[in-house]
């Protein structure tokens, strides 16, 4: 190496020492490449925290809301037969839930907790009773008749149970007059809720229930 430096001078010098130093340093790289690879330490990874506790306690409070009274309708004293009312303006969407009560023999139809429609209604009698307790609208059906008495029109029927009882149409609302267990109901108050009612949608049956605002209805 001496030699050769003297002939080729100073230039040829520092290109050997630049390639010793390249030399040098593949060898160290060669050497750190193949040392252990260095093991970092998981980053610990915060967990999100959800308020199950909350998030139930606001759905719950939010179901017990819709299904609250709300409203109800400016009535003048007890509904008499015949007698209907009906008013969803300005009501906003909710679930629809219906009661009946055996004693106050009056229908109310709630949405979101709102009253929106009421009607003395048609009961059973003490040997056909109407049941009392929570049913959903299993079907319904828009002309019906019945096959068991008579062919009696029942229009707009909405059955709560498989064996016939249903909230109908086609009845004599008035004094004196039952059914065989079905809730007849005005005809005006029945297409309306025919019009709005989905299977599913529950229809409570009491015996002396009375509510009044911020009630549970169900």
Same mark, same amino acid.
């Given at each position: 190496?001496? /030699?050769?430096?003297?002939? &080729?001078?100073?230039?040829?010098?520092?290109?050997?020492?630049?390639? %010793?130093?390249?030399?040098?340093?593949?060898? !160290?790289?060669?050497?750190?490449?193949?040392?252990?690879?260095?093991?970092?330490?998981?980053?610990?990874?915060?967990?999100? =925290?959800?308020?199950?506790?909350?998030?139930?306690?606001?759905?719950?409070?939010d179901a017990k809301r819709l299904y609250t009274v709300r409203r109800v309708?400016?009535?003048?004293?007890?509904?008499?037969?015949?007698?209907?009312?009906?008013?969803?303006?300005?009501?906003?969407?909710?679930? #629809?839930?219906?009661? /009946?009560? #055996?004693?106050?023999?009056?229908?109310?139809?709630?949405?979101?907790?709102?009253? &929106?429609?009421? !009607?003395?209604?048609?009961?059973?009698?003490?040997? +056909?009773?109407?049941?009392?307790?929570?049913?959903?609208?299993?079907?319904?059906?828009?002309?019906?008749?019945?096959?068991?008495?008579?062919?009696?029109?029942?229009?707009?029927?909405?059955?709560?149970?498989?064996?016939?009882? %249903?909230? +109908?149409?086609?009845?004599?609302?008035?004094?004196?007059? !039952?059914?065989?267990?079905?809730?007849?109901?005005?005809?005006?108050?029945? @297409?309306?809720?025919?019009?709005?009612? @989905?299977?599913?949608?529950? =229809?409570?049956?009491?015996d002396g229930k009375r509510m009044g605002m911020g009630d549970s209805i169900?």
């Amino acid at each position: 190496m001496d /030699v050769i430096l003297k002939w &080729i001078g100073g230039g040829t010098v520092a290109a050997a020492l630049v390639l %010793a130093g390249i030399a040098i340093g593949g060898r !160290a790289t060669a050497e750190n490449d193949m040392s252990e690879p260095a093991i970092e330490a998981p980053t610990p990874v915060s967990q999100p =925290v959800f308020a199950h506790g909350a998030i139930a306690a606001k759905a719950a409070a939010d179901a017990k809301r819709l299904y609250t009274v709300r409203r109800v309708l400016p009535i003048d004293g007890p509904i008499k037969y015949g007698e209907w009312h009906w008013d969803d303006e300005n009501v906003p969407d909710g679930p #629809l839930l219906v009661t /009946v009560d #055996l004693q106050a023999r009056v229908i109310s139809i709630f949405r979101g907790g709102y009253e &929106i429609g009421a !009607a003395a209604v048609m009961l059973g009698t003490d040997q +056909h009773p109407t049941p009392t307790g929570v049913f959903p609208i299993l079907w319904k059906q828009r002309h019906n008749v019945s096959e068991k008495y008579g062919n009696a029109p029942m229009p707009w029927s909405m059955f709560l149970t498989n064996d016939g009882i %249903a909230i +109908h149409g086609g009845s004599e609302v008035e004094n004196g007059y !039952a059914s065989h267990g079905c809730i007849g109901v005005p005809d005006d108050i029945a @297409k309306r809720l025919f019009a709005i009612a @989905k299977e599913g949608d529950r =229809v409570v049956i009491t015996d002396g229930k009375r509510m009044g605002m911020g009630d549970s209805i169900i």
